[in-house]
């Protein structure tokens, strides 16, 4: 099981943007060989869900309530996976996750994974 490092997270208004990264420091797998590389979050008091994912092959998904919205990428050459956010909502508050794994799992429970980076703290407010 790998264990990611998440950046990027802050406090915006809503409307704003930012974008989150993800990073496999010391690691010497590739982020775009895994079935799954992608991002969770959690809200206080709710469970942890799946927000958007790339597969190996290049396939997207992502979770009803944030298509239009988000984009998830992949940078092989500098082996990092990113969330870019846009038109955020105050319900996007949460603590964002990034996560992957060698099977194919295109849209992932969090149950799927044993290990869990610190995640990075997204607040959308005025």
């Known amino acids: 099981q790998v264990r990611l490092v998440e950046s990027g997270g802050g406090l915006v208004q809503p409307g704003g943007s930012l974008r989150l990264s993800c990073a496999a420091p010391?690691?010497?797998?590739?982020?775009?060989?895994?079935?799954?590389a992608g991002w969770f979050r959690q809200a206080l008091g709710k469970q942890r869900e799946f927000v958007a994912g790339?597969?190996?092959?290049?396939?997207?998904n992502y979770v009803e309530s944030v298509k239009g919205r988000f984009t998830v990428s992949r940078d092989n050459a500098k082996n990092m996976v990113y969330l870019q956010m846009n038109s955020l909502k105050p319900e996007d508050t949460a603590v964002y996750y990034c996560?992957?794994?060698?099977?194919?799992?295109?849209?992932?429970?969090?149950?799927?994974?044993?290990?869990w980076g610190q995640g990075t703290q997204v607040t959308v407010s005025s």
């Open positions: 996560n992957a794994r060698p099977q194919y799992t295109p849209v992932p429970k969090w149950t799927d994974f044993a290990s």
């Open positions: 010391g690691i010497t797998f590739r982020l775009n060989t895994m079935g799954f």
């Open positions: 790339i597969t190996s092959g290049g396939v997207t």
